[in-house]
């Protein structure tokens, strides 16, 4: 019996500490690389490979050679229905947020900026790159924060220490984490939480649609539908 709690609680405490390990080889594979090839990180499209490249590439050697999971495993599995709960996932936050964007504007609760001189005289070519060039990075961090929250530490915590909370405290870490994109704003409290909680609700709502279809692809595609709605639209 005590090597039976012995042997849940060694468990419980590798669950916990192997996305330090992640994290660890992210950063020292990324020091490695911008101190080797510096220019691969300003270039257009290559730079914007690096981040989610180097994460996965962590995140594939842990899981294989610590873990001792395939990477698949992690909800990567390939089927017929792969690209389409991608499309679903993205199309359930357009269709869903933009209802409720366009009621904020009505009652006057948001003030969204003048498209017209937003845009200027940017050509339908221009545009079309714009929003191909947005939907491709949005796509990128969406693949590499599933892959991390959802597929690793959710999937860690949650195989030791329960579904339900490992749902929580993942949603909790990935609500504080967004924080950090706002750091320059002089942010409040309120703002912070608001943040905060804001991230972290979208982050149980992926956790939600990763138990359902035991894969990270839907929740990709909400990852990916709200980045680009919210962070490049509205």
Not at 13 to 21: A, E, S, W
Not at 44 to 71: A, E, H, N, W, Y
Not at 149 to 173: C, H
Request: aromatic share 14%; proline share 3%; with cysteine.
């Amino acid at each position: 019996m005590g090597k039976e709690k012995y042997s849940l609680c060694t468990r419980r405490i590798l669950g916990f500490f192997r996305p330090v390990i992640v994290f660890g080889g992210f950063l020292v594979f990324g020091w490695i690389l911008k101190g080797v090839i510096p220019i691969l990180f300003s270039l257009p499209i290559i730079g914007s490979l690096m981040i989610p490249g180097i994460m996965t590439i962590s995140i594939f050697v842990c899981c294989r050679f610590v873990d001792k999971r395939s990477f698949k495993s992690l909800g990567l599995r390939i089927s017929r229905f792969s690209l389409s709960d991608i499309c679903l996932g993205f199309c359930t936050i357009i269709l869903s947020t933009v209802p409720v964007f366009f009621a904020n504007w009505a009652v006057g609760w948001i003030e969204p900026k003048d498209i017209s001189s937003l845009l200027g005289n940017i050509t339908v070519i221009a545009a079309f790159e714009i929003v191909m060039t947005s939907l491709f990075t949005t796509l990128l961090t969406g693949w590499w924060e599933e892959l991390l929250f959802r597929g690793y530490i959710f999937k860690n915590i949650a195989w030791n220490t329960g579904v339900i909370f490992g749902a929580v405290l993942t949603s909790a870490i990935f609500g504080i984490s967004h924080i950090g994109n706002y750091l320059q704003q002089n942010l409040t409290i309120m703002d912070c939480l608001s943040i905060a909680v804001d991230a972290a609700i979208g982050g149980l709502l992926m956790v939600f649609a990763y138990i359902r279809t035991r894969n990270l692809w839907m929740s990709i595609g909400l990852h990916t539908g709200w980045n680009f709605l919210m962070g490049r639209i509205m």
